[in-house]
Nanobody, 131 residues
Framework: QVQLVESGGGSVQAGGSLRLSCAASGFSHDSNYRLYCMGWFRQTPGKGREAVAV???????KYTDSVKGRFTITRDNDKNTLYLEMNDLKPEDSGIYYC?????????????????????WGQGTQVSVSS
């Protein structure tokens, strides 16, 4: 069973930067991290989780429009770790950020996937941006 643990959240002022990490473990003998589509989601009060960025096994990434040019999703397949570099943060970026993994597509995904597409989730890390 895949387990995901996020870290790196915190409080920053607008214009600041944060780097989120997601350590993945629990892969079975016949699957590995490289074959997973990985994503970052954000949840704000009163809203469901929205996809922020998704990356496939070829390191192709998709972003929601509001973070394009400011956020970068990357993955280190040797360390089984996913990252989200967030620059020029805005108050509307505040929320709980979740790491998610999907192993049903063998890592082949080219769209900003939905919450229901992912079967494994981390516990979330809080990001707070003040104006």
């Amino acid at each position: 069973q895949v387990q995901l643990v996020e870290s790196g959240g915190g409080s920053v002022q607008a214009g600041g930067s944060l780097r989120l990490s997601c350590a993945a473990s629990g892969f079975s003998h016949d699957s590995n991290y490289r074959l997973y589509c990985m994503g970052w989601f954000r949840q704000t009060p009163g809203k469901g989780r929205e996809a922020v960025a998704v990356i496939n096994r070829f390191d192709n990434a998709k972003y929601t429009d509001s973070v394009k040019g400011r956020f970068t999703i990357t993955r280190d397949n040797d360390k089984n770790t996913l990252y989200l570099e967030m620059n020029d943060l805005k108050p509307e970026d505040s929320g709980i950020y979740y790491c998610a993994a999907d192993g049903t597509r063998h890592g082949i995904c080219y769209t900003l996937m939905r919450e229901t597409d992912f079967g494994a989730w981390g516990q979330g890390t809080q990001v707070s941006v003040s104006s």
